[in-house]
């Protein structure tokens, strides 16, 4: 049995396959931390507080426990940033654990999580071989006047790890595989622009089956305005802020965890904002109180979310002699189709084909040990 564990910062999803990549089990608990966690195992849901990933885990594993008469042989984890370092499948242990963690700066809402789920499973499943793969991998090939920040010398040459990685890899990959399949092309022929929507957001430009540009650099910092992250920003306002007193960690901190959609609207779920905005979510009751005062903040972040959206799709167009699709994924770009509504409402888009990815993130990442 091969399990795929998938961690973000407040959740982790896993699922198990046999040695073929059928499917045998899948779970997903999130909102880890806070009161109102989701536990959901292999499609039974129920409601109880899980305060911490180890907490998660060990959920996991009595799960798994209970329902498998085999051994897991391989344990695959993601991981978000490897550096210059890792962008091949790496074998995990302790010490290459340590080895990756110098990252964890360069995308702190993921990889100390990342590597925290990692080095708890080296003591759960210890009998299997634990392999982590990296959101950057699908973009190692970026051309190095794409990858090249036009900074001084002095520090590229000393700081060989700045550069753009890119991320969200998985999801890329996948969107670009089921846009040929739909297409009826080979991958090698297929020219896209997908768009991974979701709390982090990015969107990458593939041609001929390559990635050659994508919003997301150095770290998850950059591109598009997301939930919580701030996106592309003048690198001046973090030296004015320093200079009235803020500390550089603390600025960062909240450029990463109350910035975004989060920041302008101070609003925590994409829903509720859309719910201000006079949509209506099926399913969903949102809790908040509306306000004048949350409506127009709640109007003015979409705008900017949209429009951010807009400004990447339409400056990679250009880059692509012909575009077969936009295609989209992630929790946002797969069952919103308001947002993708709003992103598509501009007469330079309408006439090009939409494709919708169900995006498999995990099988994408087993897939990639066979690559």
Request: net charge positive.
């Amino acid at each position: 049995m091969i399990l795929v564990l998938n961690s973000g910062s407040t959740s982790l999803k896993f699922k198990l396959y046999d040695k073929k990549l059928n499917q045998i089990y899948f779970g997903l608990i999130e909102k880890i931390g806070q009161v109102n966690s989701i536990v959901d195992l292999n499609g039974i849901k129920s409601g109880q507080q899980v305060i911490s990933h180890k907490e998660a885990l060990d959920i996991v594993y009595n799960f798994l426990n209970n329902n498998l008469k085999v051994g897991i042989v391989t344990v695959i984890h993601r991981i978000v940033h490897g550096g210059i370092e890792f962008t091949k499948p790496t074998i995990l242990n302790s010490s290459i654990i340590s080895k990756i963690s110098k990252y964890n700066d360069l995308a702190p809402l993921h990889n100390p999580i990342n590597l925290q789920v990692a080095k708890l499973s080296l003591n759960i499943w210890k009998k299997a071989k634990h392999i982590g793969v990296f959101d950057t991998m699908f973009f190692c090939d970026l051309e190095k006047y794409v990858f090249t920040y036009p900074i001084s010398e002095k520090y590229l040459s000393k700081y060989t790890e700045i550069r753009k990685y890119g991320f969200h890899g998985f999801s890329h990959q996948g969107m670009l595989s089921a846009a040929a399949k739909e297409l009826n092309k080979k991958i090698s022929h297929t020219n896209i622009i997908t768009c991974h929507l979701g709390g982090g957001a990015s969107i990458s430009v593939i041609k001929n089956g390559k990635a050659i540009d994508t919003s997301l650099g150095f770290s998850p910092l950059s591109g598009l305005m997301m939930m919580t992250r701030c996106g592309d920003i003048d690198a001046s306002i973090v030296k004015y802020l320093t200079s009235k007193g803020n500390d550089i960690d603390s600025i960062f901190r909240e450029l990463n965890f109350n910035s975004g959609i989060k920041g302008i609207s101070q609003i925590q779920d994409l829903r509720d904002v859309m719910i201000l905005n006079g949509y209506k979510i099926p399913g969903y009751k949102s809790s908040i109180k509306a306000t004048k005062e949350n409506r127009e903040a709640s109007k003015l972040a979409l705008k900017m979310f949209i429009y951010r959206i807009q400004r990447y799709i339409s400056s990679y167009m250009i880059l692509l002699d012909n575009i077969d699709a936009i295609v989209f994924s992630g929790g946002i770009g797969e069952r919103n189709s308001d947002i993708r509504n709003l992103i598509m409402n501009n007469h330079y888009f309408k006439k090009i084909k939409i494709i919708v990815v169900f995006c498999d993130e995990e099988k994408n990442m087993a897939l990639s040990l066979k690559k």
